[in-house]
């Protein structure tokens, strides 16, 4: 007679691991197992795991700088919707903004006050105070920041490098 072979849960659920894991931990780990996978293969097609581990670091490295450029350019985008608002605004004028991406993950919206006008021989300023909203209703949460956008020919910039390090945590 023939044996049966009784697959155990774990056995089951080994091969859904990485995407398990994948949505505990996030971006980061996806990138450092993409590189395992890759150093991997590498190691095992070329019998030399020093290949392997050249291959396997510069995957991650350059999964990490597309992740980095990522989020950089959506923060700018934000940043710009900001600065974009108070053109047109005086000292204590407040209006909401919002940013709608392309891929509709993290658009955010808020408020926008001028608080103060920066004159310089070099540059015009606005000192802004600025919020982003999480929920409606009753359940509104409002994180205030501060920051500044200054005049760069014909657009308001963000001037700030760091307005707010909690806000832009992903950057640290």
Not at 12 to 31: D, E, H, K, S
Not at 79 to 92: H, L, N, P, R
Not at 117 to 141: H, N, Q, R, W, Y
Request: proline share 5%.
């Amino acid at each position: 007679m023939g044996r049966v072979a009784v697959r155990s849960p774990g056995r089951v659920l080994l091969p859904l691991l990485p995407f398990i894991l994948t949505a505990l931990v996030g971006c980061r780990f996806v990138n450092e197992l993409a590189g395992a996978a890759a150093g991997g293969a590498t190691a095992a097609a070329s019998a030399n795991p020093l290949v392997g581990v050249a291959v396997g670091v510069a995957v991650n490295s350059a999964l990490d700088a597309t992740t980095d450029y990522i989020v950089r350019t959506r923060q700018r985008a934000e940043q710009d919707a900001i600065a974009g608002e108070v053109a047109t605004m005086s000292v204590g004028d407040r209006r909401p903004w919002e940013i709608r991406h392309d891929i509709p993950i993290g658009n955010e919206h808020g408020e926008v006050q001028v608080t103060r006008m920066i004159t310089t021989p070099l540059a015009s300023c606005k000192e802004l105070l600025f919020s982003v909203d999480s929920g409606s209703g009753d359940e509104l949460k409002r994180a205030w920041y501060t920051t500044q956008a200054c005049h760069n020919g014909q657009q308001w910039k963000w001037a700030l490098a760091e307005p707010a390090v909690e806000r832009w945590g992903s950057l640290q």
